[in-house]
């Protein structure tokens, strides 16, 4: 089967899907951004909500009850919106600064990327970073040979993941249609419900991404046993977001979609 004969477009998230293994770039940035204001997260609360665009991701935080407690004893006063905002200023050069840091492939990332093209596919990309975060990671994935043709960014739509609008935004100014012939391909449910949302073929990323948080390193170094239940872990957590196949990691993309296709 030629994957163009079904789908014309594929939209790629960034961190933790073709980039930065593990997705740990806004977990950094955001313990940071909040443990300059005396409160600590955990890796688990910060993950819950990624793949939101920033400001919401920060906003979710601040509504979970025990960081709104740890907020009101840090801070004196419940947060509010000119938190957010604050938190957000705090948030952009933190989020440079680490996004860059992860900015390398995920390995067998490029070599997708360019069977795509070759097979006559077109490649864009939407990412809950705004662009000002994206700026460096856009750069450093250039020189590594990929360049997204259409990238969409928080803060660019009306509203971001989980609702369709970035994949919307992404298809009208390609001209691409119907929303069935382009896949969304995500690490986390966000993501995933996005890609949903829109009507497209949607495909979850397990191993690199949000659900497990491990670098390619640790995560091949877990035992097998635990490796495999972790993949299924995040499977069902993808499959449950409305994911129609999952994949460990791009690597794995056009075998896959060749499948769900014959």
């Known amino acids: 089967m030629a994957i163009h004969d079904h789908f014309d477009l594929v939209i790629f998230d960034w961190a933790g899907t073709t980039v ?39 906003r979710a935080l ?18 509010t919106e000119a938190d957010v905002a604050a938190l957000m200023t705090d ?18 990332a490029r070599a997708t990327f360019d069977a795509l093209r070759a097979a006559g596919v077109r490649v864009a990309s939407s990412t809950g970073y705004t662009r000002d ?25 009306p509203a971001g993941r989980p609702t369709p609008l970035m994949i919307y935004k992404t298809c009208a100014e390609l001209g691409v249609w119907p929303l069935s012939r382009v896949v969304k391909v995500d690490d986390t449910e966000a993501g995933v419900a996005e890609g949903r949302a829109a009507g497209c073929f949607t495909v979850g990323v397990a191993a690199s991404g949000n659900a497990i948080g491990l670098s390619q390193e640790d995560f091949l170094a877990l035992p097998a046993v635990e490796r495999e239940a972790r993949l299924a872990a995040a499977e069902k957590s993808l499959v449950a977001a409305g994911a129609d196949v999952v994949i460990d990691t791009v690597a794995s993309l056009i075998p896959a979609l060749e499948r769900a296709r014959r």
């Open 62 to 79: 601040l509504h979970d009850p025990d960081v709104a407690a740890a907020w009101r004893g840090a801070q004196g006063a419940a947060p």
């Open 133 to 157: 975060m994206m700026q460096s990671v856009l750069s450093k994935a250039a020189e590594q040979g990929y360049a997204p043709e259409q990238v969409v960014c928080s803060g660019e739509t």
């Open 20 to 58: 930065d293994f593990g997705c740990h770039a806004p977990v950094i940035a955001l313990r940071e951004a909040f443990g300059r204001r005396g409160v600590a997260l955990s890796d688990a609360q910060v993950r819950r909500d990624m793949g939101r665009p920033k400001a919401d991701h920060v």
């Open 91 to 108: 948030l952009g050069p933190l989020m440079r600064e680490q996004a860059a840091r992860a900015a390398q492939l995920i390995e067998g």
